[in-house]
């Protein structure tokens, strides 16, 4: 229950929060030099890297537990244990998941 309750919450930020970013950064590219500059430099900042990370892990959260929704759609993991483990390894993956890429992109 509480993998498809954290699926719903991190669809519905990257829609939100994720929609909100996607059009300041489209905007800030349009507005010219100075714009996306003042882009850089918020989500630069440390509440900006906040909001990255954040949707970073929403997205690989997300993914992973749609992962999970998939195998269980095709009907297998109903098994009381595996369903158990997918429970448990769904979160760490995207917390896994997030931290790998960050450790990627600030390389």
């Known amino acids: 229950m509480a993998v498809s309750i ?3 919450i991190t669809g519905d930020g990257m829609a939100l929060v994720g929609l909100g970013v996607l059009v300041w950064w489209l905007a800030a590219l349009a507005g010219g030099a100075e714009s996306y500059a003042n882009f850089q430099e918020i989500m630069g ?3 900006g890297m906040i909001v990255l990370v954040g949707l970073s ?6 993914m992973s537990s749609g992962l999970r929704h998939f195998v269980l759609d095709i009907g297998a993991g109903y098994e009381l244990a595996t ?8 979160p760490l993956l995207g917390v896994l ?5 960050w ?3 600030l390389s």
């Open 83 to 90: 369903n158990k483990t997918w429970s448990i390894v769904v």
């Open 103 to 105: 450790a990627l992109v």
């Open 57 to 62: 892990w929403a997205f690989f959260s997300h």
């Open 97 to 101: 998941l997030t931290a790998g890429f």
């Open 45 to 47: 900042s440390v509440p």
């Open 6 to 8: 954290l699926h719903r």
